[in-house]
């Protein structure tokens, strides 16, 4: 069974940075497409970014590039979501995403909280 788990959520200032990790379990992690997804209150879940199964193909929503960079290591079976620069309207619950033909799994989320 495919299982994420995220961490690495917490409160900060704006301006300052957060790394976010995704540790995925019972899956053979390589051929799946991963994605970081947030939802803020009163909000419809968006894309963050995205990351090919083998790295090279990156996207991100327009609000974060140049801020944020999403990386996996597929030995360690992990993605992260290096966030500088944040802003309030960054604060959300993010989740990790991993998908692979008909496989689609999600975490529990961490809560970002970006407020002085």
């Known amino acids: 069974q495919v299982q994420l788990a995220e961490s690495g959520g917490g409160l900060v200032q704006p301006g300052g940075s957060l790394r976010l990790s995704c540790a995925a379990s019972?899956?053979?992690?390589?051929?799946?497409?991963m994605g970081w997804y947030r939802q803020a209150p009163g909000k419809q879940r968006e894309l963050v970014a995205g990351?090919?199964?083998?790295?090279?193909?990156?996207s991100y929503i327009d609000s974060v590039k140049g801020r944020f960079t999403i990386s996996r290591d597929n030995a360690k079976k992990m993605v992260y979501l290096q966030m500088n620069s944040l802003k309030p309207e960054d604060t959300a619950v993010y989740y990790c995403?991993?998908?692979?033909?008909?496989?689609?799994?999600w975490g529990e989320g961490t809560l970002v909280t970006v407020s002085s």
């Open positions: 019972g899956m053979t992690f390589s051929p799946y497409n």
């Open positions: 990351i090919s199964s083998g790295g090279r193909s990156i």
């Open positions: 995403n991993a998908k692979f033909r008909d496989m689609d799994a």
